[in-house]
């Protein structure tokens, strides 16, 4: 390949269309040869049967302009993020922490990789093997399997092998780890102060399991890294040390080593974007996940050239890279099932999300007894729901309706829901708390409330009350601590269907509560 092609390659472009190809990523393909695409669901996703031909679109392109097949990329890690909607809705990997089940990661990474390759995507960013320690964590949460580093390491070593037995590489994320942080790289860049012993007990493990298990790809984080880089610490994916020297050097990966996505506020932006490119290339990463701005694809492309031009990348860097670019290609090539979409939702996959979100249901509490529910047909209960919303940029919450009050009324006939805003004003509170006061029991789901004061007063007042009160904290389980007084309290760490329909079983006792918190609460034993 020419210099020109070789620095293509390094390339994950975005674009905005969903039923064509737009005439701004044919002109980037013909002129900067991309290694692969990135699709995201606000920009891209629609049908399943649409994504299928925009994905053979794609590699049709680039067939026609002799480049090698594409990577075809996308976040479906299941839980709070899901690029494609329509698909098998999995509770996500803190709900898996809570299974502490091998056995359903590994069925839950088979479901991911079936099917994604059904739909053409073969890459997929996931999953986060960051360790999440701290509640206040903004970005990573229920994205996280927990806070015990081998426990992580295992459910993402798992997730991975089965995903990747599909022929769809995996993407363990965000190296050196995400999980202790207090900010969300999305809005601006955020360190990492802990020592490297530190991080050798506990970021570091579950990638060193996730590398055991051959993962294909590792995302940087774009945070800085004070014992590698010092006070004023460069992002992960822009340091030669923490790409060359920790991961590779160090702990010995080989694979292809991808950025997080380079339009997040940690890196510079407009023309600054140039210069950040270029680090990154020269810190030793195989791939750029560039935005769907044609402007940053030029950016992106020229500055790896100028860079190669005037050798600040080598000959030697820019082949290595090329090298392992086209291993990744040559397995999927390889590895490539031939699914269709039948498989997509199929029962068998359904049977699975089932399986986590029934052996995932925490019962943390339930000092006054009011579980199971044992109602008289003329009771009735009140159902109060926080309308869910993105809260990060790697979100996808806000296409979620909760199923919660249809679920429970499989059980029992008089169920009324009540929607509050995420973050209700004093007289939004008022008002719903005037109307299920005459209720004989009340549900009441959280999300997020720890971080979020008017949901948690919210709860608080409704707790004043004489009604008994089930909790249910549907994200993330640090909620009890903003509301202690709650007597009965208990953990779904999802907002999607089959963890709605699981709750509401165990409620009224036709399945146990087996799950087991997989962080710790803040004040709570």
């Known amino acids: 390949m020419n210099l020109e092609h070789l620095i293509g390659q390094k390339l994950l472009f975005a674009f905005r269309g969903k039923e064509t190809l737009s005439p701004e990523i044919v002109e980037s393909f013909k002129k900067y040869h991309p290694g692969g695409i990135s699709l995201f669901r606000s920009l891209n996703i629609g049908t399943l049967e649409q994504i299928r031909a925009l994905t053979g679109s794609l590699q049709s392109l680039a067939c026609d302009l002799n480049l090698p097949p594409l990577l075809i990329a996308t976040d479906q890690e299941g839980g709070q993020l899901m690029a494609v909607g329509d698909c098998t809705p999995l509770p996500g990997n803190m709900a898996l922490g809570a299974t502490r089940s091998a056995e359903l990661a590994r069925k839950a990474g088979e479901v991911l990789g079936c099917e994604m390759s059904a739909l053409g995507i073969n890459v997929n960013y996931a999953p986060c093997a960051d360790v999440n320690i701290n509640p206040q964590n903004p970005v990573v949460g229920v994205r996280s399997f927990g806070e015990d580093p081998q426990l992580v390491g295992e459910l993402t070593a798992a997730l991975i092998e089965g995903m990747q037995a599909q022929g769809v590489a995996a993407t363990v994320k965000h190296f050196p780890g995400h999980g202790d942080t207090a900010s969300d790289s999305h809005h601006g860049l955020g360190t990492v102060p802990h020592s490297l012993e530190r991080l050798q007990s506990v970021e570091f493990p579950p990638f060193l399991a996730a590398f055991k298990a051959d993962v294909k790809l590792v ?307």
């Open 219 to 525: 995302m940087t984080a774009h945070l800085g890294i004070t014992s590698v880089d010092g006070e004023n610490a460069p992002p992960a994916t822009l340091s030669k040390n923490i790409i060359t020297g920790l991961l590779r050097r160090n702990l010995g990966f080989d694979g292809v080593v991808t950025t997080d996505a380079m339009d997040m506020r940690a890196i510079r932006q407009g023309e600054f974007l140039r210069e950040d490119c270029l680090r990154a290339a020269k810190a030793g990463v195989d791939l750029l996940l560039i935005t769907s701005d044609p402007q940053d694809h030029t950016r992106a492309f020229e500055s790896l050239l100028h860079g190669a031009q005037n050798g600040q990348l080598t000959a030697d860097e820019l082949q290595t890279s090329f090298m392992r670019i086209s291993r990744l290609k040559d397995w999927i090539a390889a590895h490539e099932s031939r699914h269709d979409l039948s498989v997509i939702c199929c029962s068998e996959h359904l049977r699975v999300a089932d399986e986590i979100a029934e052996k995932s249901i925490t019962l943390v509490r339930d000092q006054n007894q009011f579980l199971p529910l044992q109602l008289e047909a003329g009771k009735r209960i009140a159902v109060i729901i926080p309308m869910p919303k993105d809260l990060t940029p790697a979100d996808t919450s806000s296409y979620v309706k909760s199923k919660l009050a249809d679920s429970l009324r499989a059980y029992h006939p008089n169920v009324d829901e009540f929607n509050i805003p995420f973050s209700p004003t004093a007289e939004e509170s008022a008002s719903v708390l005037e109307h299920v006061s005459g209720y004989d029991v009340i549900i009441v789901g959280t999300i997020n409330a720890y971080t979020e004061e008017n949901q948690a007063q919210f709860v608080r007042d409704l707790l004043q009350t004489d009604k008994p009160v089930i909790v249910i904290s549907m994200r993330l389980p640090y909620d009890l601590a903003a509301f202690p007084q709650a007597s009965t309290y208990i953990c779904t760490y999802s907002i999607l269907e089959p963890s709605m329909k699981a709750v509401a079983r165990a409620i009224f006792g036709f399945a146990q509560m087996t799950g087991q918190l997989p962080v710790s609460i803040p004040g709570i034993k």
